[in-house]
């Protein structure tokens, strides 16, 4: 009986282990996938990335939250209480943006992009991009040839409040 309960054990175990390695391979995998695009976006003619072009999973906007963004004005920008969202730790790194992709008033995914990759600039006009308007300026983050730090800037379009932020309830 006992050996019987090992073995149930062992192969929960086993599965458990399995599925949060696929889980962290998926998170790990839109990062890669972001920073390849953008590198490849350096070296176009015109230096632009879209976020949905790297997305394989449904979504209406992505809001991109800086380094110590207070969990308060991330759950009021979204419009409703995402609970996990302490679970980031958003509101005490300095490590990371947190991209928050929603689709019906629902957090669908989010992923921890590292400071180390690039830096989001001019937010403070709007960080909530509908999906089609997620397209992004990249530039390098310095003229130190030896930095591969990137510099991502919202492209502006004519098109009015296309990166405005919600008005809060």
């Given amino acids: ?24 391979q998926s ?7 972001f920073q390849r695009a953008a590198k490849a976006a350096l070296h176009s003619s015109e230096k632009i990335v879209a976020i949905s072009a790297v997305t394989d999973f449904e979504w209406d906007t ?3 939250f800086g380094p110590y963004t207070p969990v308060e004005k991330i759950n009021a920008q979204l419009g409703f209480d995402w609970p996990e969202v302490e679970k980031t730790q958003i509101y005490s790194s300095d490590t990371f943006y947190l991209l928050v992709f929603v689709r019906n008033q629902k957090v669908v995914k989010y992923f921890k ?9 001019d937010l403070e006009v709007g960080n909530t991009f509908p999906r089609g ?11 130190d040839t030896t930095s591969n730090r990137m510099r991502f800037t919202p492209k502006r379009t004519a098109q009015q409040g296309l990166h405005q932020n919600p008005p809060t309830p």
């Fill in 62 to 64: 992505v809001s991109v």
């Fill in 133 to 143: 308007g997620d397209l992004f300026e990249v530039a390098l983050a310095s003229s």
């Fill in 113 to 121: 992009v590292p400071r180390a990759i690039g830096e989001f600039q």
């Fill in 27 to 33: 998170r790990n995998s839109f990062v890669k996938s």
């Fill in 1 to 24: 009986m006992k050996t019987c309960l090992l073995w149930i054990a062992l192969v929960l175990g086993f599965l458990l282990g399995l599925t949060l390695l696929v889980w962290v």
